[in-house]
């Protein structure tokens, strides 16, 4: 009876983070959204400024609940400053992009962002990648490419600034892994200081006036951004990764979704299959990975780098 318990607590606890999962991959989706609509009326900078201050309103209760220490004496300073630069350029490139191009397009640049991961992990990390994840992350490549459709006619600064924007988001994520003993909280506080300094110095000869529901607005979108990291970092905390990773591809659908209901935009042919090869591709990177970690052998800790 009490295995059967624990056994129907772990199910609940798994079915929690499946559904948090969605809901954060939702308000993402949600937050990117209401980004491209907010940039067509205001600068890029303006936006990452009152995003970064209602990011705050979600943050402030749980900086209080945390040792002051925890918040500024962190581990590796410099990949820390990195981490920040990094995110901070993700967030402005980001809206820089959707500002010009459908909301579907850009979020598939960003969904190649495992499989930079992949790649980039096994030069900065030192972790071993074989044959067949080098070849899907060609294929990811292939997507990014078909997606992109480069060409003098298609080759825009708009398109360009999704392609960088998803290649800091990718080397964030690996610092990320560099920096996991930092909690969420304080990694997400550091990051929005970041943004919050960016979207000063952005809209300085560059503001437009706003009224109280546009400021609301505003507000509410470093709201519904902060959530949904925080709603990520609980479900993995609920639910194993090979289980919520494939349900982050879900921000895709809702991408299209929002982008065909709200901006009358719905990706043609090309994007539709580099988004469908990136997915592919990064879904057996991620598999791979999973088999691999599954089949090392246990080591005992007293035999490691101590």
């Known amino acids: 009876m009490k295995q059967k318990a624990v056994s129907a607590l772990s199910g609940d606890a798994v079915l929690a983070g499946i559904l948090l999962m969605l809901l954060g991959d939702f308000m993402f989706a949600l937050n990117d959204a209401m980004g491209k609509w907010l940039v ?19 943050l402030c209760p749980l900086l209080i609940s945390q040792p002051l220490a925890s918040s500024y004496k962190v581990e590796k300073p410099h990949w820390q400053l990195g981490r920040v630069i990094l995110m901070t350029a993700d967030t402005a490139f980001f809206y820089a992009a959707v500002a010009y191009l459908p909301l579907a397009d850009v979020m598939t640049m960003y969904m190649a962002a495992p499989i930079y991961v992949a790649a980039i992990s096994h030069f900065l990390l030192g972790e071993r990648i074989g044959w067949r994840r080098w070849l899907a992350v060609l294929i990811g490549f292939i997507g990014v490419i078909i997606a992109l459709r480069p060409s003098l006619a298609t080759l825009t600064w708009p398109s360009m600034f999704a392609l960088i924007g ?30 919050l300094l960016t979207g000063l110095f952005l809209s300085f000869g560059n503001w437009t006036p706003f009224n109280g529901r546009e400021l609301v607005a505003l507000l509410l979108l470093g709201v519904v951004s902060c959530s949904a990291h925080l709603l990520l970092t609980r479900s993995l905390k609920l639910a194993p990764a090979s289980v919520l990773a494939p349900l982050q591809y879900t921000m895709l659908l809702w991408a299209i979704v929002f982008g065909w209901v709200f901006f009358g935009d719905f990706p043609d042919t090309l994007t539709l299959i580099g988004a469908a090869t990136i997915v592919i591709a990064g879904l057996f990177i991620f598999h791979r990975g999973q088999a691999e970690q599954d089949t090392k052998p246990i080591v005992p800790n007293n035999s490691s780098h101590g």
């Open 40 to 58: 067509a009326s205001f600068s890029v900078g303006q936006v990452v400024l009152l995003r970064s201050f209602g990011a705050f309103l979600v």
């Open 166 to 195: 998803s290649l800091t988001f990718g080397l964030a994520l690996t610092l990320g892994r560099v920096l996991r003993s930092t909690s969420d909280t304080t990694l997400v506080t550091w990051q929005t200081i970041g943004c």
